[in-house]
T-cell receptor, first 114, second 108 residues
């Protein structure tokens, strides 16, 4: 049973570029949440997708957008990258009907913006 | 916003010692959870608490959901070297909010 998988694991971009990160949820899960984790900090909630729609959103600008596909996988897109976007981006999956807050995390995509 | 204040920021202990860390919030949460993150990996769920006052154990780990629903603590008994890592508290309503973490170092 595959857990949450994310790609790529590492990437380097320059300011102003755009990036797309991908996530496949744990088998049986239908909800995907994205988090940004800066060095030395806890994960910060970006948004959550369920039934291919954004359901909840944290305090992130519109440069951060996402998508969920019919197979429950998800993408995080960040436009006009800033140096401050450098972070570990974590994808977490869950089963919405349980709504227990028990999240299963991937290993993350580490983005460096130069 | 739903800020979680986690303390201490870091701990350096001797193998075999007990550890205690806690988390407080100005907001009420329906669920409190504790996660552990090892270097290069995503957080892994340790314990989830669903009711105010609930005390739950998972091996050497014990956690409690505060009666006010605004706080939680995690205890680790008889620490071992593999307990090293960053421990995060998290509060859940419709989405999950995390504390800044407690970095635990265990000296053999």
């Amino acid at each position: 049973d595959a857990g949450v998988t994310q790609s790529p694991t590492h990437l380097i971009k320059t300011r102003g570029q755009q990036v797309t990160l991908r996530c496949s949820p744990k088998s049986g899960h239908d909800t995907v949440s994205w988090y940004q984790q800066a060095l030395g900090q806890g994960p910060q909630f970006i948004f959550q997708y369920y039934e291919e729609e954004e359901r909840q959103r944290g305090n992130f600008p519109d440069r951060f957008s996402g998508h969920q596909f019919p197979n429950y996988s998800s993408e995080l897109n960040v436009n006009a990258l800033l140096l401050g976007d450098s972070a570990l981006y974590l994808c977490a999956s869950s089963f919405r009907r349980l709504n227990t807050g028990e999240l299963f995390f991937g290993e993350g995509s580490r983005l460096t913006v130069l | 916003g739903q800020q979680l204040n986690q303390s201490p920021q870091s701990m350096f202990i001797q193998e075999g010692e007990d550890v205690s860390m806690n988390c407080t919030s100005s907001s009420i949460f329906n669920t409190w959870l504790w996660y552990k993150q090892d270097p290069g990996e995503g957080p892994v769920l340790l314990i989830a608490l669903y009711k105010a006052g609930e005390l739950t154990s998972n091996g050497r780990l014990t956690a409690q959901f505060g009666i006010t629903r605004k706080d939680s603590f995690l205890n680790i008994s008889a620490s071992i070297p593999s307990d090293v890592g960053i421990y995060f508290c998290a509060g859940h309503n419709n989405d999950m909010r995390f504390g800044a973490g407690t970095r635990l170092t265990v000296k053999p």
